[in-house]
């Protein structure tokens, strides 16, 4: 049931947001000159999988977990985009395409040993990984891994439709949160 809505309201949302897409594609042109942002992570089973963002940050930024990016690398576009959600847009197409689900455990990248640990004795890579969930509502983001598995585990635990409506609700009300950025 849980894949059915994540097609449905992928497909809404990408309808809906279409012409903003289109605005924030040519702004990050005009920006970076390279707007779409890859970058491979680990997703269900620790199969890799590409997630598409929009860049925020400098094109020569260090490939590494947005808490250990330094804050010079985002740019002004960036900080906006990042603020307000908008540089998630892109994740639709992976929600639509099966490598992500709405709600599920953030994708980490492949050297967060230590997260990669932590989850993997949690059973957190038997699910796909979410835009939100649990630990996003709760500010729980990727510099404390061993929280942040246990947060992933409690919210993989009790995932229900209910659940998954709710945190989505919780997310677009502004209540979701994104990894925060090093101040360096």
């Not at 969930?133 to 729980?140: A, D, R, T």
């Not at 989505?168 to 925060?180: E, W």
């Amino acid at each position: 049931m849980i894949r059915f809505f994540d097609i449905i309201f992928s497909l809404v949302g990408i309808v809906i947001l279409c012409p903003i897409f289109v605005i924030l594609l040519i702004a990050g042109y005009f920006d970076t000159r390279s707007p779409i942002f890859c970058q491979e992570r680990m997703g269900k089973n620790k199969k890799p999988f590409n997630l598409f963002k929009f860049r925020s940050m400098n094109i020569n930024a260090k490939s590494v977990a947005t808490h250990l990016a330094s804050h010079s690398d985002v740019t002004n576009y960036g900080k906006f985009i990042r603020k307000t959600k908008l540089d998630e847009i892109p994740q639709l197409f992976n929600v639509l395409v099966g490598d992500m689900s709405f709600v599920g455990p953030r994708p980490n990248l492949f050297n967060q040993d230590e997260l990669i640990e932590k989850r993997e004795k949690l059973g957190v890579y038997m699910v796909k990984p979410g835009i939100t969930g649990l630990s996003q509502i709760n500010k729980i983001d990727m510099s404390d891994p061993k929280r942040l598995a246990h947060s992933d585990e409690k919210m993989i635990q009790n995932l229900s439709v209910l659940t998954y409506l709710i945190y989505l609700f919780k997310t677009i009300s502004g209540n979701g949160f994104g990894d925060r950025i090093n101040n360096k």
